[in-house]
């Protein structure tokens, strides 16, 4: 059997549906023998908020909870319910909310609803100074305009995207993060490869997700995805693991001065 894999610093899976786990608990214990300790927890619906603060109650400090209304909810959603829920001291971060063009998205929840309720909580993240995490397919154009008036003030993660090198360099100007999990292991990625060839400094903005909603990843996904990671980059996995944390910590504003900027490649 796999033993644990121990780290100086506490390393995030920053996009996942935690609360969709038949077990959490095992879900956990199977993430940390990977490394993979803390867990940015994310609600589709106002309606999950109770599942959130039931983990937040088991795990304590390992799970941040995420609060937000995801593109193919955006009809049914609530300002009043969603500014309420804000309120609670548990609430870390806003998402997963963002843009979706699919025709099955758009069929249930309009571009234009989708646009409305999304400038509400990038406003509200902005306001209340919190993390967002953003999903986006096919409307990148859109949701540059609703992010370029914040001119990179705002904290917010793309999770999950494959991006293109100038959509890359039109995120990163905005000052963003972006999450990669199942990317990491598909052949021919766009964004790895964009990131590879044109910025030397990108990396920065690199965070790990898993997106699990439920569906069984592989027992050593986490492992794999850091593998990819590391080796793509020609980073030392101690440095990557490293480097990882920090950029989870100035995600959420958390201070940075328990890691070294040392480079161990």
């Not at 109650?57 to 609530?78: D, E, K, M, N, Y």
């Not at 492992?223 to 980073?235: D, N, R, Y």
Request: with cysteine; glycine share 4%.
């Amino acid at each position: 059997m796999m033993g644990p894999v121990e780290f100086n610093a506490p390393l995030y899976d920053m996009h996942l549906h935690l609360h969709a786990a038949p077990t959490p608990e095992r879900y956990v214990q199977a993430a940390t023998l990977q490394g993979v300790t803390h867990f940015a927890c994310m609600s589709a619906t106002l309606t999950e908020l109770p599942h959130l603060i039931a983990l937040k109650q088991q795990f304590g400090r390992q799970v941040r909870l995420f609060v937000g209304c995801h593109p193919q909810w955006a009809a049914s959603f609530s300002p009043q319910d969603f500014y309420q829920a804000l309120r609670s001291p548990f609430i870390a971060g806003i998402g997963e909310c963002g843009l979706d063009k699919r025709p099955t998205v758009l069929a249930v929840a309009p571009l234009e609803v989708q646009l409305k309720v999304l400038k509400l909580q990038l406003q509200a993240a902005f306001d209340f100074d919190l993390p967002v995490s953003i999903h986006c397919v096919k409307a990148h154009n859109e949701l540059l305009s609703l992010l370029r008036p914040y001119q990179g003030k705002l904290r917010f993660c793309l999770h999950g995207v494959n991006l293109s090198t100038p959509l890359l360099d039109a995120y990163l100007k905005l000052n963003a993060y972006i999450s990669i999990g199942k990317l990491a292991l598909e052949p021919h990625c766009a964004l790895l490869k964009s990131i590879q060839e044109r910025y030397s400094d990108a990396f920065c903005k690199i965070l790990l997700e898993s997106d699990y909603a439920g569906k069984l990843l592989g027992p050593h996904f986490y492992q794999q995805v850091l593998t990819s990671l590391a080796t793509t980059f020609k980073l030392d996995c101690n440095y990557l693991h490293a480097q990882l944390a920090r950029h989870s910590q100035e995600f959420f504003a958390d201070g940075i001065s328990f890691l070294s900027s040392t480079r161990t490649q």
